[in-house]
């Protein structure tokens, strides 16, 4: 059974960078039928999508957060990345880590809350 | 950016009668389209994509509906446990893709 597992610091002070890791379990991130994922959810709001990363390195990013975003992706440690510079409390949310394929986002994380405060 | 507007935002309805939510798109999607349920304190699960298809062990009182801008997420018979948040996800020019705001469906 696939299992992602988002990890990083809980809060991140304005101005700062924005770093978490999604560990998969169960099953190889190299796999060509599917797309990485970072997707996130303001407190008591909707769900955006942040980005998609494959196993090969390429990145497909939201424009509102291209400015300021980077994913990258480690397959001999089965896990990838996220990076958000100059964050600021709109950017508080919970962050979720997920598998996409042509059929749907399948898996996700229990998503991993990130407070931007001073 | 294909924009994608769901209605209603809350809907109310009694235990054992359908439940009908719509979602559409700001343009053109084809079939592009998936629709996900969520509880409480969970993640996302999926239930529909392709606009129609059941994802693997959805009950089958889920049905999706719907192409081009048009979509329609129907729960024939609603259940307790069907109380969550539903959004619709486009995935036109993927793996690029944008959700709905959500509908929130509660029992009457």
């Known amino acids: 059974q696939l299992q992602l597992q988002e990890s990083g610091p809980g809060l991140v002070k304005p101005s700062e960078s924005l770093s978490l890791t999604c560990t998969v379990s169960?099953?190889?991130?190299?796999?060509?039928?599917?797309?990485w994922d970072w997707i996130r959810q303001p407190p008591g709001r909707g769900l955006e999508w942040i980005g998609s990363?494959?196993?090969?390195?390429?990145?497909y990013y939201n424009p509102s957060l291209k400015s300021r975003l980077s994913m990258s992706v480690d397959t001999s440690q089965n896990q990838f990345s996220l990076r958000l510079n100059s964050v600021t409390a709109a950017d508080t949310a919970l962050y979720y880590c997920?598998?996409?394929?042509?059929?749907?986002?399948?898996?996700w994380g229990p998503g991993t809350l990130v407070t931007v405060s001073s | 950016e294909v924009l994608l507007t769901q209605s209603p935002a809350t809907l109310s309805v009694s235990p054992g009668e359908r439940a009908t939510l719509s979602c559409r798109a700001g343009q053109f999607i084809s079939s592009k389209l998936a629709w996900y349920q969520q509880k409480p304190g969970q993640a996302p699960r999926l239930l529909i994509y392709d606009a129609s298809i059941r994802a693997t062990g959805i009950p089958a009182r889920f049905s999706g509906s719907g192409s081009g801008t048009e979509f329609t997420l129907t729960i024939s018979s609603l259940q307790s446990d069907d109380v969550a948040v539903y959004y619709c996800q486009h995935y036109n020019n993927w793996p690029l893709s944008t959700f709905g705001q959500g509908t929130k469906v509660e029992t009457k």
């Open positions: 990363l494959y196993y090969s390195g390429s990145t």
């Open positions: 997920a598998r996409k394929g042509w059929e749907g986002i399948d898996y």
């Open positions: 169960g099953g190889s991130i190299s796999s060509s039928d599917y797309f």
